[in-house]
Nanobody
């Protein structure tokens, strides 16, 4: 079992910054990938940024140049640095991890943290 706990969301004005954190624990011996997703009201959950086991990162075009995903292995923490925030970034942000357990790829989610950007 894997547990994910996000923090760092809040209310910020357009142009501001927030840093989301996701502390993970449990059976995390073989991580395939970790990422941040978001879900705005009335919309489907979408991928924002991802980091794979080899360390390569990727972000979606809508946040490219503004958001950065990173990981602190020593602290078992995943980060999402969000700069130049826009009202359209308003959503609940979820941490996600894909873990290999006995040959099966399992996916786990955090509880989500609300990010609200005012204009």
């Amino acid at each position: 079992q894997v547990q994910l706990v996000e923090s760092g969301g809040g209310l910020v004005q357009a142009g501001g910054s927030l840093r989301l954190s996701c502390v993970f624990s449990g059976s995390i011996f073989s991580i395939n990938a970790m990422g941040w997703y978001r879900q705005a009201p009335g919309k489907q959950r979408e991928l924002v940024a991802k980091i794979v086991s080899g360390g390569m990162t990727d972000v979606v075009d809508s946040v490219k140049g503004r958001f950065t995903i990173s990981r602190d292995n020593a602290k078992n923490t995943l980060f999402l640095q969000m700069n130049s925030l826009k009202p359209e970034d308003t959503a609940v942000y979820y941490c996600n991890v894909e873990v290999w357990i006995t040959g099966w790829l399992n996916t786990y989610w955090g509880q989500g943290t609300q990010v609200t950007v005012s204009s």
